[in-house]
């Protein structure tokens, strides 16, 4: 602890950047809601209280075919040329995935949970999956994106964001086992990286890095409270110095949470980005196949 007591001048360094990525209790919640209204409706729906061609059953298919319908305006934003400059692209973004849960809820309690033609049939399963598959591809896309709204993350951004928030070796000089177990995760993550950090992650890699650097975040952050401490207890420190070795303390705990984080992030990066191109091959011809089958089944209700 030499290096750190409390009477020596604080250490100046850069703040470590914690990776704005609140949690997300917004869209939890709306889950919640949205599986509390299906059981609900599945209960319901056993007395027949409306047929999907009544007034009721039609006007539910009628708002989730629009809800939909609405959902699109996303990806078209993103590509035609006069809507690049309508309202920024988060804000589309963010509705596009608020209608892909809410308007096939309304378009399920319209099929009173029933199936009775192909068309229908086959459009309803269509719209699960892209909707379910989307919400593989939003945590696949916050990844790789910074936060859910946030531009395309880069392994390059990834690395200056860890070697920028401060240098282990001066910053750990007082715990050297701290500083080698730091390093020797840097080496299991990223060893097979290269110095580009694109090279490949093994699946078992890609699956446990995660875990490990949360376990050894708290066997860390342990092992930083006794050796800083520690040293406190035995010499007798006063309210004041025991204030600043708080400050301290927290500050070296920030920075050890954000370095792990950024190591798990930058080993899988480059294979979310593979996971999040797959993800597209897969969603988009469901989404074709939704379209064809939803304007056949609407053409087809109105006509007999
Ligand atoms: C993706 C969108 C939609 C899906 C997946 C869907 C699904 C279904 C299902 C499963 C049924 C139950 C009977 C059957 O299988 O034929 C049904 C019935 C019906 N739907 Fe839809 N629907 C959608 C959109 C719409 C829209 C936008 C409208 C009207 C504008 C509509 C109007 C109707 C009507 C009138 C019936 C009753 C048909 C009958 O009783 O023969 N649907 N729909
Ligand atoms: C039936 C409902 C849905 C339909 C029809 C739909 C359709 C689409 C389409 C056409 C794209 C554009 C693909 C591209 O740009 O190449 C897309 C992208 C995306 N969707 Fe959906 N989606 C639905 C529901 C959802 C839901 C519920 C979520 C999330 C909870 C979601 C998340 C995403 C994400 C993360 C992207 C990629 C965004 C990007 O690359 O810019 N989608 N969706």
Redesign the pocket.
Known sequence: MSSQTPSSPPVERRKPRVKNQPKDYGWTLYLIVISLILVVGFIISHGHPFKPGDKVGYNLGLAGGLM?LT??L??MR??VGFMKNWIP?PKW?KW??V???L??TFIILHSTFYIGSINAGVALIC?LL??????F??F??TKIHQGLYGRHASLKQLQEDMYGSGDVKSIFSFAPVIQNRLFEFHEYALDTLGSSGAGKITPWKFITVGIRAKLLSRDLVRALEEAMYADAQQKKWNDAQLVQLDKLFYQNKAFIRTYLTNIRDIAQFSTYEKL?SL??VF??PF?YM??FSAIWHVIAVHMY
Do not use: D, E
């Open positions: 939909l959902l699109m996303y990806p993103k590509r692209l973004f596009h995935m209608f892909g849960i308007g096939p719209m892209v909707s379910g598959s989307g919400i591809g939003r696949f896309y999040f993800w597209h969603h988009v989404v939704l379209i």
